[in-house]
């Protein structure tokens, strides 16, 4: 059952605020925030009000907080001056301001953060930096072709009428071979076969090896991670190829993923939205349930070390 949840203007920071919203409800109990991220220039709202609609829903049905905020030069926050750091550095530092303010104004000591594409690698860039963070939530986040990833997709494109067809096109030069009705061209820059609207894009790709140290990074760190891959990410063609393209990290039962291959990279998709965000709501509350067990543990093996110590 759902608890009513309210949602006020947070300002982070001086001279220049941060600009966000904080969804919440009044069982104030949790020590626990989740913090949404900007993907690339979209602002707090999120593609398609996503981060409106998951922010509310995580409030509701878990009571824990949740922050969407504008990164400076972003959205309602302003700019700043950075001092010359990159847009990742300041972004990260950003992060870090707002997990502060949180933990002064609202006594918040964990933090999940959730990000989309670029927001994504600012999440674990964060944890990286800050121990307080204790979960992260991608949304195409960075992976690798694996050689069962390339077999399923020139396997697919083998078996495909469209792409012989295309190909036939290419090769002979009879542009009609191109064009299917059945398929209706071009169609629907929504729901239409075009591979150019809203693929994952990232500044600066580090490559395998560095985000499989960083990982690992976050492994030693005990830090959980969901992971979700859409049919938009052009390397990512089957639900366990993150684990399997970053095996040499050790996940343990950290990690969780979740692949929708007919999603669009926003989610456009009503349904598909709303399986992501019902799903992120679960492991988001799984993994408060674990450390509420882990923290009571803890308590009982420190109540009864002092009774032995006492007798």
Not at 89 to 116: C, K, P, Q, W
Not at 135 to 149: K, S
Not at 277 to 282: F, P
Request: hydrophobic content about 35%; some cysteine.
């Amino acid at each position: 059952m759902g608890m009513n949840v309210r949602e006020s203007v947070m300002q982070i920071g001086q001279p220049t605020p941060l600009m966000g919203i904080l969804t919440e409800t009044d069982d104030r109990q949790s020590t626990t925030a989740l913090i949404l991220l900007n993907s690339g220039i979209m602002h707090r709202v999120g593609s398609c009000r996503l981060s409106v609609r998951l922010a509310r829903a995580v409030a509701s049905q878990t009571g824990i907080p949740c922050l969407r905020f504008d990164f400076s030069g972003v959205g309602d926050s302003a700019p700043r001056r950075a001092g010359g750091a990159s847009f990742d550095e300041a972004a990260v530092s950003e992060v870090i301001e707002a997990m502060d303010h949180l933990a002064n104004t609202r006594g918040i000591r964990n933090f999940i953060i959730y990000g989309l594409c670029s927001g994504a690698s600012i999440a674990c860039n964060t944890a990286e930096r800050d121990s307080r963070v204790v979960g992260i939530v991608q949304l195409d986040g960075y992976c690798y072709p694996t050689t069962r990833a390339w077999l399923r997709h020139y396997g697919s494109r083998l078996f495909s009428t469209a792409a012989w067809r295309s190909r036939l096109s290419r090769w002979t030069g009879a542009r009609w071979l191109a064009n299917n009705p059945a398929q209706g061209g071009q169609g629907s820059i929504l729901t239409g076969a075009r591979k150019d609207f809203e693929v994952p894009e990232f500044a600066d790709d580090p490559g395998r090896d560095a985000i499989a140290v960083q990982l690992q990074n976050l492994m030693d760190k005990k830090i959980f991670l969901y992971c979700v891959f859409t049919g938009r990410n052009p390397h990512y063609r089957y639900r366990q190829q993150f684990r399997h393209c970053f095996h040499d990290v050790n996940f343990g039962d950290k990690l969780s993923l979740e692949y929708y291959p007919r999603a669009s990279h926003i989610f456009t998709e009503p349904a598909y939205q709303q399986a992501m965000m019902d799903g992120v709501v679960k492991w988001i509350a799984d993994l408060e349930g674990i450390r509420l067990s882990q923290h009571a543990g803890r308590k009982k093996s420190v109540k009864t070390s002092l009774r032995e110590a006492s007798t």
